[in-house]
């Protein structure tokens, strides 16, 4: 008969591990039956398949662990896949919005070489004619000041350009100039005849001026704003009005 793994506590921190083999012997009298007990210390032996068992299972819950962090590796991997796909989809878009924004960078520089040709333009014929002229919007602030007006007045032009209308502080009386303004934007025809107002000029000088309002039309044939032209005119000895030598008719 076997009793295997036997514990016997040696003390209360040693515990030792038996295989007990009981063997019945031979009688060679009456005097009863005899027996052989082998005791055999596996004590090393079962710690040896205690610590065995426990590697098995670190082992197992390690490929468990690994399995699972291949599995997430491969998840990510497609993931970063998909970034990457994405990304490049992005990098096209982004260079397509690129090549766009750089030919409307240079459609918008050839656009201000234009205007720039064109304001240039416009400031050559105002600063040529003998007439003053002064463009105002439809909330009568000044857009367009030439030089005959800062002549006539003595105010430059980037002094008088952003400015409300009835804010110039010219010898002229410009509320008097308003309500021509006012019936050019609203669409009347404008006056056929020349206003003619007593004004100041930048000599401190008493003179009269000639007040002529034209619309400004934009493409919608609606006033944009107003074109006034003021001229100085000189009163005959006959009393009749005459131009300026030199001023514009």
Do not use: C, K
């Amino acid at each position: 008969m076997w009793q295997h793994e036997a514990e016997y506590p040696r003390s209360t921190s040693e515990t030792l591990v038996f295989d007990i083999q009981i063997v019945p012997l031979e009688a060679h009298s009456d005097d009863g039956v005899s027996i052989a007990l082998f005791f055999t210390d596996v004590t090393r032996y079962r710690r040896m398949t205690v610590e065995l068992q426990s590697a098995h299972r670190q082992v197992e819950t390690t490929n468990e662990e690994l399995q699972s962090t291949v599995e997430e590796l491969e998840t990510t991997n497609e993931e970063l896949q998909s970034t990457v796909e994405e990304l490049e989809t992005t990098n096209e878009e982004l260079q397509s919005t690129n090549d766009e924004l750089q030919s409307m960078n240079d459609e918008m520089r050839e656009r201000t070489g234009q205007l720039d040709h064109a304001n240039d333009f416009l400031e050559s014929v105002l600063g040529s004619l003998r007439t003053a002229v002064i463009v105002v919007d439809t909330e009568l602030i000044m857009q367009a000041w030439n030089g005959r007006a800062d002549d006539l007045w003595g105010v430059r032009s980037d002094e008088a350009v952003g400015q409300h209308l009835l804010n110039l502080d010219i010898g002229l009386a410009t509320d008097r100039v308003r309500p021509l303004v006012r019936d050019v934007l609203q669409g009347t025809a404008p006056r056929e005849d020349p206003l003619r107002l007593e004004a100041i000029n930048r000599r401190g000088r008493p003179v009269q001026i000639s007040v002529a309002v034209s619309p400004l039309t934009g493409r919608e044939s609606r006033p944009d704003g107003a074109i006034i032209l003021m001229d100085h005119v000189d009163v005959a000895t006959s009393g009749e009005a005459a131009p300026e030598p030199g001023a514009a008719t």
